[in-house]
């Protein structure tokens, strides 16, 4: 009996090492290689960093179309791979992650600040993978090599806003002074911007909603439009919106103009029929005309395309440099408080940094609400048309409930929080956020008191005037 079970052992043992080295080398066989071309072949900080990535088959569960081991095509685990390919892929996508390496570009950086968020926590690969791919396993040199090409990416391509350089690596750097406008575009646009001619019945204007004296929000839970009647959604900042992939939560705007065009139109808002109708109302203030020909010459017209493209000029002036935290970015250590280092510290080993970074710590992805709890059950009530997010535009199931990042700047002026406006407090806000969106769900009373210290940090200067006491009054 015992020799039996000895062989027994021995042939489980002999099976599953032969399993292992078979799977080794399928992995490497089929793994993602830089072509003989590409420029990050040449670059010794790039390819270790691919070469790290590719051993680990990131690829097999933040990919489609991939070659995967026999193991997923077998019954029983053919279900659970499927699950877990589909939380990879709901989680991230490195496809273009790879493409840009190949290409010997920069990946974005919400896509460095990913990855960089799960090599700190060390959570990737996962350890029930690992069990058949011992080869995935990310020593500490080949974590360091992927951290190393993260800060040298970021140092050589988004280094140019002003922080010193022992911060330049890091995910967030100061906001600009100002992008290059149009003088008399913005000129037109901010007269337009503060106009109720544009709506309906001429008492709704652009800064009703995204009033600037009060954080570029309006601090309702979902916006009030013409004739009082109430939106489905809450309003975003429009300040630094100029930053964004896409405007409106659910991205259905490519750029700011897209996004002026929309209000002014939509029956619910400011309830215009017609851009002709508009424009007729802008042309018979003679002040405008003078205005128009100064911004699109004398023969320009009147329309939806100068009028919304004059306001979104104006919008890209919205900008608030000269945060406290930003003046730590340029050197200023006392800038901000010892709490609030604490704070920003937590926040990256949180993980908030992995969608919060760059100029405005968001704006930069789509992302699904609740991607590590179930946000929406735990809420309450049924899910609304505003719920679904970009679904809503693509009508696919991958973005269902995934929005536009928001932006973290000025956040203690713009409350209520989330799409839904249901969060009335800045602590709040950060306690559901770690519950929903991190794996440290149950963050400490001392972290969310950091963190929203760290965040206070972030309101910054508009014209010359801190946001800071703009809040709801």
């Given at each position: 009996?015992?020799?039996?079970?000895?062989?027994?052992?021995?042939?489980?043992?002999?099976?599953?090492?032969?399993?292992?080295?078979?799977?080794?080398?399928?992995?490497?066989e089929?793994?993602?290689?830089?072509?003989?071309?590409?420029?990050?072949?040449?670059?010794?900080?790039?390819?270790?960093?691919?070469?790290?990535?590719a051993?680990?088959?990131?690829?097999?569960?933040?990919?489609?179309?991939?070659?995967?081991?026999?193991?997923?095509?077998?019954?029983?685990?053919?279900?659970?791979?499927?699950?877990?390919?589909?939380?990879g892929?709901?989680?991230?996508?490195?496809?273009?992650?790879?493409?840009?390496?190949?290409?010997?570009?920069?990946?974005?950086?919400?896509?460095?600040?990913?990855?960089?968020?799960?090599?700190?926590?060390?959570?990737?690969?996962?350890?029930?993978?690992?069990?058949?791919?011992?080869?995935?396993?990310?020593?500490?040199?080949?974590?360091?090599?992927?951290?190393?090409w993260?800060?040298?990416?970021?140092?050589?391509?988004?280094?140019?806003?002003?922080?010193?350089?022992?911060?330049?690596?890091?995910?967030?750097?100061?906001?600009?002074?100002?992008v290059?406008?149009?003088?008399?575009?913005?000129?037109?646009?901010?007269?337009l911007?503060?106009?109720?001619?544009?709506?309906?019945?001429?008492t709704?204007?652009?800064?009703?909603?995204?009033?600037?004296?009060?954080?570029?929000?309006?601090?309702?839970?979902?916006?009030?439009?013409?004739?009082?009647?109430?939106?489905?959604?809450n309003?975003?900042?429009?300040?630094?919106?100029?930053?964004?992939?896409?405007?409106?939560?659910?991205?259905?705007?490519?750029?700011?103009?897209?996004?002026?065009?929309?209000?002014?139109?939509?029956?619910?808002?400011?309830?215009?029929?017609?851009?002709?109708?508009?424009?007729?109302?802008?042309?018979?203030?003679?002040?405008?005309?003078?205005?128009?020909?100064?911004?699109?010459?004398?023969?320009?017209?009147?329309?939806?395309?100068?009028?919304?493209?004059?306001?979104?000029?104006?919008?890209?002036?919205?900008?608030?440099?000269?945060?406290?935290?930003?003046?730590?970015?340029?050197?200023?250590?006392?800038?901000?408080?010892?709490?609030?280092?604490?704070?920003?510290?937590?926040?990256?080993?949180?993980?908030?940094?992995?969608?919060?970074?760059?100029?405005?710590?968001?704006?930069?992805?789509?992302?699904?609400?609740?991607?590590?709890?179930?946000?929406f059950?735990?809420?309450?009530?049924?899910?609304?048309?505003?719920?679904?997010?970009?679904?809503?535009?693509?009508?696919?199931?991958?973005?269902?409930?995934?929005?536009?990042?928001?932006?973290?700047?000025?956040?203690?002026?713009?409350?209520?929080?989330?799409?839904?406006?249901?969060?009335?407090?800045?602590?709040?806000?950060?306690?559901?956020?770690?519950?929903?969106?991190t794996?440290?769900?149950?963050?400490?009373?001392?972290?969310?008191a950091?963190?929203?210290?760290?965040?206070?940090?972030?309101?910054?200067?508009?014209?010359?005037?801190?946001?800071?006491?703009?809040?709801?009054?």
């Amino acid at each position: 009996m015992r020799r039996a079970i000895a062989v027994l052992v021995g042939v489980g043992v002999l099976a599953y090492g032969g399993t292992v080295a078979y799977l080794t080398h399928f992995d490497r066989e089929t793994a993602p290689k830089l072509s003989a071309s590409s420029p990050s072949s040449k670059d010794l900080v790039a390819q270790a960093a691919f070469n790290a990535l590719a051993e680990a088959r990131c690829d097999y569960c933040h990919a489609t179309n991939r070659n995967l081991p026999f193991y997923f095509h077998l019954p029983v685990a053919k279900q659970l791979m499927s699950k877990d390919l589909r939380e990879g892929l709901r989680h991230f996508r490195i496809e273009p992650v790879l493409a840009a390496m190949q290409q010997g570009k920069p990946p974005t950086e919400e896509q460095l600040s990913r990855i960089e968020e799960v090599i700190t926590q060390n959570r990737m690969p996962p350890t029930l993978y690992l069990l058949m791919h011992w080869h995935a396993h990310l020593s500490d040199v080949e974590r360091q090599s992927i951290l190393r090409w993260i800060e040298d990416t970021r140092r050589k391509y988004y280094s140019d806003t002003g922080a010193v350089s022992k911060l330049e690596g890091q995910p967030v750097r100061p906001i600009p002074a100002a992008v290059l406008t149009d003088q008399a575009k913005v000129a037109l646009g901010q007269q337009l911007f503060f106009d109720k001619k544009l709506s309906g019945d001429g008492t709704i204007s652009c800064a009703s909603c995204h009033d600037l004296n009060h954080g570029g929000v309006d601090h309702l839970v979902t916006a009030t439009g013409i004739g009082g009647q109430k939106g489905p959604i809450n309003v975003p900042t429009v300040y630094n919106a100029y930053f964004k992939i896409a405007q409106f939560w659910n991205g259905r705007a490519p750029d700011l103009a897209a996004q002026a065009a929309g209000p002014v139109m939509n029956p619910l808002e400011m309830g215009s029929h017609d851009w002709k109708e508009v424009a007729a109302k802008v042309m018979a203030d003679p002040h405008y005309m003078d205005l128009f020909h100064e911004a699109y010459g004398p023969d320009a017209e009147v329309d939806e395309n100068t009028i919304t493209g004059a306001i979104a000029e104006f919008e890209k002036t919205l900008l608030t440099p000269d945060s406290p935290f930003d003046a730590y970015l340029k050197g200023n250590e006392s800038a901000i408080s010892e709490q609030a280092r604490r704070g920003y510290a937590k926040f990256k080993s949180v993980g908030c940094s992995g969608c919060h970074n760059g100029v405005a710590l968001g704006g930069g992805a789509y992302e699904i609400m609740g991607l590590e709890g179930d946000y929406f059950k735990d809420r309450g009530g049924s899910m609304t048309d505003a719920d679904l997010g970009r679904y809503t535009v693509t009508h696919k199931e991958e973005d269902r409930s995934r929005f536009v990042v928001p932006t973290l700047r000025n956040i203690d002026q713009t409350a209520p929080y989330f799409h839904d406006g249901s969060v009335k407090t800045l602590e709040e806000a950060v306690r559901q956020m770690a519950r929903y969106q991190t794996p440290d769900t149950h963050i400490s009373d001392q972290d969310v008191a950091d963190i929203v210290a760290f965040l206070k940090t972030l309101t910054g200067r508009y014209q010359g005037k801190s946001l800071a006491g703009m809040g709801h009054n």
